[in-house]
């Protein structure tokens, strides 16, 4: 049983409950009258997992393939028609100095941005939460959320812009008699770069579970702590985070379960002004050497091997997490 | 929150598995895919050729020696009928997957040009615009799929991607019985294609395509704006040094005007380079590769120059997105790297917003300003036409119809529609009979049936882009006495998997050493690795493809 399941289900043992039913069948039944709604609302999610889920993952088996795609009458044949390799695919992949500083490259930006991007958007739903003003409130979140809509092509061109050679900075400098440092293609700072950008990006749309999880807190504990003397800062620190505690657990686990992706156009974008010793990540790396030289197979031996760590990781994660008393993302 | 330890036992499990999976690797429980690399001397297949029959319709003013084209210099005032019957069979629209350079038209029932032509044909052709940039990622992905419409365009230069002629083969129809020989008279304006040509669209011993007869056999000119460099009272570079001193003397960065595009392949033809299949020359029997060369090691050195000293546009450095013909053309770069066909269409354009706008490309010339130069290019077919397997004899012969209907020369109402449209429409006609286009023609023309047609496009042009014809032949006929001899010239080949993987990591280690990420005394051995990792396969291969 999850935790997510376990919450839905009180919420429905809070709902009058039918009448009992002696045959099974009514029951069933019963409730199949009662959450109708609930099962279509889900049926677009679920459908959604399924088709681009649940079916491409059966095209794994291609990582133990000499995958041709052009045996057979269908693309589909040919993945049937392909030799078996066994694990030739892994063998090339590991021996593959690229792949690991790929793999290198994409570990470090994730363990940066686990630093330096995910407390941000608590930070900010935090300070977000403290406008009484519906209005200003509602006017800041519309200005923040707006960046997540902007195409990565969009948000580098930005940036470049305003911070590269010819940009607005690098302008307005000149004009006083100083130098732009080089920012935009500087392979040493590009760490930075990109966190910078995705932080620019994501932050307000970051914001929006955190914000739910700050309304749910009984507002009447806040009283109460204040009329026995507790600060602003005991009441952040004894209320506040202990009460959003569950989903900052939930979603470090799913990140940390998304270690191995940190995205892909922004790296396409730059890897040539950065270089690949700094811009090639996991998924660019399987782009070049798998989908565009047609070796399918090294590149679903890759997402293979991405999909098989994410999972150790949240494993690991959740167990970690249970042992400190929270939830996780699902119990035994 | 998170204990170290517990994460690292994690891990330490994780890895001890991979290392685990490596020791099943080598214990030889498996093999490695396969290499592919393929190659066909396509020199030695006559009897499919169709046959050559000449269309006489009008004679170029300007001759230049071939695989470049010759140019006219007047318009006919009167324009032959060259096809009567209406191709189309009623097969039902026709779906096309083609390229271009620049922004995507309107589609099929909003855009006039397509709608004029295609009343012509008597059947829809409804086209797929793709970035001309990206195409092969894209070509692969779609050919993987299977996912092809009736026809599809592909460049000659994308032609050598792994398995492409898996791909031919499995996807598209052989059309060796509908052309070769006498049969391709029934489509007279198909059968006034070169021999050469058509050698060039054989697969596995098959005809495979219609190809585009090459009159743009260059890689590279080295465009610069003459109108900027006249005012500064400088001229076009004639060494590497008057290159490099040009680039110091016209950036400005406080007025936002740098010298350079990344002209990272202009300047290796300047070292003379090799450029042959990707940059392989043949030295005393030894098959070398460019990256192996001391030239090669003088063209890095030059460009590391210019990189570091910030000759180059920041925009282009910094960004993949950056457009470095929209810099160009708005004067913030004043050399720049293109080719040969965006020359008309941007002069065109621009002289409409600038009336100063003037580009010229340099005249070719090597780096000691030698009197020999070298200059890259390739006398395959530019594109090639391919038809969908399975359509059907009768709808295999509606689109080769329409194919041919395309393919009308210069001269011809067919060659005019689809060059410029329907008059009053697109274009008008000046005192010189030259059609003078607007701008619903630039929205929307989009070589969409120029690229299938195969037909050479003739060198001509009137007083919206005054002196083109002139300038271009006067550029070419120096040119093309110091195209590059290829060594494989008439060998199709398809590179072992191996050297395609390493064709990228090499570009960004060049990249990398440009760019002053990497010192040049890395050069060595990086060359050493590139070697081992592939590179000596890819020697091997070549040996092996060469003609003897």
Known sequence: ?332 | MALPFQDAAANRRAFLGLAGLSALAVAGCTSTPKGGGTSTDVNKIDAILPKFKALEVGKPDILVPPPAASGYLSYPSSLVDAITDKPGKGGGVIKVTTLNWGTVPPGLGSNKYLGSINTELGVDMDFSINDGNTYADKLTAILGARDITDVLVAPSWNTNIPRFPDAVQTLFEDLTEYLKGDAVLKYPMLASFPKEAWQGSVWGGKLAAVPFVNDNPFAWALFYRKDILDAAGLGPAKTADELYQLGKKITKPDQGVWAFSDITDYVQMIFKVPGAKGGWRVEGGKIVNKIETPEFMAALEFLVKIFKEGLVHPDLVGSKGADASQLFNSGKIVVQQNGLGAWQSALREQLKINANYKIQPMKVFSHDGSASPLVWGSADPIFYTFIKKGLGKARTEEILACLNWCAAPFGTKEWELRQYGVEGVHFTRGTDNVPKTNDLYNNEYANQFTFLSGRNAAVTGGSDTPNYVQDYTTWTKDAVKYLEPNPWAGVRTEDPVKLSQLNTPTQDLIKDVVRGRRPLSDWPTIVADWKKNGGDEGRDFYAKALPN
């Open chain 1, 1 to 332: 049983m999850t935790s997510e399941s376990t919450k839905v289900a009180g919420t429905v043992a809070a709902r009058p409950r039918p009448r009992p039913m002696p045959a099974m069948r009514s029951r069933w039944r019963a409730r199949w009258r009662r959450d109708l709604p609930l099962v279509l609302m889900t049926v677009p999610a679920a459908g959604f997992l399924l088709l681009f889920h649940y079916l491409p993952t059966l095209g794994n088996f291609l990582a133990f393939k000499d995958y041709n795609p052009f045996l057979g009458d269908s693309a589909i044949e040919a993945m049937f028609l392909s030799d078996w390799i066994g694990f030739g695919n892994f063998q090339l992949l590991f021996e593959d100095p690229l792949f690991w500083s790929a793999v290198r490259n994409t570990l470090g930006i994730t363990a940066f941005q686990l630093v330096f991007f995910f407390p941000v958007p608590i930070a900010l739903a935090l300070l977000l939460n403290s406008i009484l003003s519906q209005r200003l409130r509602g006017l800041v979140q519309g200005i923040i959320y707006l960046p997540h809509f902007f195409s990565w092509v969009l948000v580098v061109t930005f940036f470049l812009m305003m911070l590269g050679g010819d940009g607005l900075f690098a302008h307005t400098l000149r004009d006083v008699g100083l130098r732009m440092p080089n920012v935009m293609s500087n392979p040493d700072t590009f760490i930075y770069l990109v966190t910078s950008e995705a932080v620019w990006k994501d932050v307000g749309w970051g914001t929006i579970i955190f914000l739910a999880a700050l309304s749910s807190i009984d507002f009447s504990l806040y009283e109460a702590a204040a009329a026995d003397g507790a600060g602003r800062w005991r009441r952040l620190w004894h209320i506040t985070l202990p009460g959003i505690r569950p989903v900052i657990v939930l979603l470090l686990i799913l990140r940390l379960g998304d270690a191995l992706s940190v995205g892909f156009e922004q790296f396409f974008l730059q890897r040539d002004a950065v270089g690949a010793g700094a811009a090639e990540v996991l998924d660019t790396y399987v782009y070049w050497q798998g989908i565009a030289t047609q070796n399918y197979g090294i590149g679903a031996a890759a997402g293979l091997f991405k999909g098989v760590v994410g999972l150790l990781l949240i494993l690991a994660a959740n167990r970690v997490a249970q042992r400190f008393g929270e939830q996780g993302v699902y119990s035994r």
